[in-house]
């Protein structure tokens, strides 16, 4: 699943997202008018977070907003705060030293404890000292707030968070404490975390944000059936036959990214073809998925424990939908443990709960390249 942060092409092949970008549109406006705003994207992995979030940046650039771009990572060994060192770095190597100097100012020497390439852009005076860490902690904060704030002084500013999933803790305290702190600076924070993955501590900061009244949220779900053909053709630079489009709807569900996987892969494989104006698809082999899918998939699987695997493989033979009594009688295991199962498995994005008239509740396979591939 990708993990990218960085631009990616964005532009003519956007589909869709009316609401989501003219919400994003109007958090814009907010933080243009003076008023410091975080509006925080949640979504599935492939969903399209971080496309929106790219074109957010489009947008405010355009806009005549200044946009700074970071992202927190899953590996190992990243330092705290990253995803403002990698946004706040980028601009310190970038910025005009005049202006740059000025919004340092007084604070340079307290953001260079964490961004030296400052004191190397700045020169002299900005050596960096420690302090008692809880000291150190707090002059920190305010430090970085306060030059976020000089930096939106002259133009609207767009901070970009991506993949605050896996964020550190001390990350999203500088989040809240900017947010608490600079309520009137023209600062749009636009961050995106993949929902059911947000571990601890993201929730907290959440929760935290909202009390403050600063955090708009907006759940980003799939693409309608239309859009995803839409999507298609762009990606193609033509029309596809229907059954394309079924069956890429059938297997993506409307997440762009398990719908792009399996074009790139019959383009490559020659599967797909132009067919006068169309493009049009071989009959397929069986194991259909490509590698990029699949590993997506195992990774998920790999987070839970053999007997929830095993009792997958069943469902997966049962349907699309099963319901969890019939797994338990099936695999003559109890039932509350099958549901416990279940539930870890739903974590993991492999399985939906469709709630019914019946307490037991459907379940159903994620998309249809998770059952797909087992
Ligand atoms: N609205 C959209 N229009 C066109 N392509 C999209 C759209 N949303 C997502 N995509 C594409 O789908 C893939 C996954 O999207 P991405 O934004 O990386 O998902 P996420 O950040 O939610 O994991 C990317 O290749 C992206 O370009
Ligand atoms: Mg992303």
């Given amino acids: 699943v990708t993990i990218s942060t960085q631009l990616i092409g964005t532009g003519d092949t956007f589909v869709g997202r009316t609401h989501e970008s003219a919400a994003l549109l109007h958090q814009l406006e907010l933080a243009t008018g003076g008023q410091t705003r975080i509006v925080l994207l949640a979504g599935e992995p492939g969903i399209g977070k971080t496309c929106l979030l790219n074109w957010l940046a489009a947008r405010a650039v355009q806009e005549g907003a200044a946009v700074l771009l970071g992202g927190a990572s899953q590996s190992e060994g990243m330092p705290p705060y990253l995803p403002f060192l990698e946004a706040l770095g980028r601009y310190i190597r970038t910025a005009h030293l005049e202006a740059l100097r000025e919004q340092a100012g007084d604070i340079a020497a307290t953001l260079a404890v964490i961004l030296p390439e400052l004191a190397s852009r700045l020169g002299n005076g900005t050596a960096s000292y420690p302090l008692p860490?809880?000291?150190?902690?707090?002059?920190?904060?305010?430090?970085?707030?306060?030059?976020?704030?000089?930096?939106?002084?002259?133009?609207?500013?767009?901070?970009?968070?991506?993949?605050?999933?896996?964020?550190?803790?001390?990350?999203?305290?500088?989040?809240?404490?900017?947010?608490?702190?600079?309520?009137?600076?023209?600062?749009?924070i636009a961050g995106a975390y993949r929902s059911g993955e947000e571990g601890p501590i993201l929730p907290r900061a959440v929760a935290e944000l909202t009390r403050q009244r600063r955090l708009t949220t907006i759940r980003i779900g799939p693409l309608s059936p239309d859009e995803t053909s839409e999507l298609t053709s762009r990606h193609l630079a033509g029309p596809t036959a229907p059954d394309v489009d079924r069956l890429l709807y059938e297997q993506s569900e409307g997440n762009p990214f398990f719908a792009e996987e399996p074009l790139r892969g019959w383009l490559e494989t020659g599967a797909l073809q132009r067919d006068g104006d169309?493009?049009?698809?071989?009959?397929?082999?069986?194991?259909?998925?490509?590698?990029?899918?699949?590993?997506?998939?195992?990774?998920?699987?790999?987070?839970?424990?053999?007997?929830?695997?095993?009792?997958?493989?069943?469902?997966?033979?049962?349907?699309?939908?099963?319901?969890?009594?019939?797994?338990?009688?099936?695999?003559?295991?109890?039932?509350?443990?099958?549901e416990e199962g279940l539930a870890a498995a739903r974590q993991a994005r492999l399985i939906d709960l469709r709630c019914t008239a019946r307490s037991t509740g459907r379940i159903r396979s994620s998309a249809g390249a998770a059952s797909r591939a087992r």
């Fill in 133 to 188: 860490p809880e000291q150190a902690r707090l002059r920190l904060f305010e430090a970085v707030s306060e030059f976020l704030s000089r930096i939106a002084a002259d133009r609207p500013l767009l901070l970009v968070l991506d993949d605050l999933q896996w964020a550190d803790g001390a990350s999203l305290d500088l989040l809240s404490h900017a947010a608490r702190t600079r309520r009137a600076s023209r600062l749009l």
């Fill in 278 to 338: 169309h493009w049009s698809l071989a009959p397929l082999p069986d194991d259909i998925l490509p590698a990029s899918i699949v590993a997506a998939v195992e990774q998920r699987l790999a987070r839970l424990d053999a007997p929830v695997v095993d009792s997958l493989r069943v469902a997966a033979i049962i349907g699309r939908v099963f319901q969890a009594s019939l797994l338990a009688n099936v695999t003559n295991r109890d039932p509350e443990l099958v």
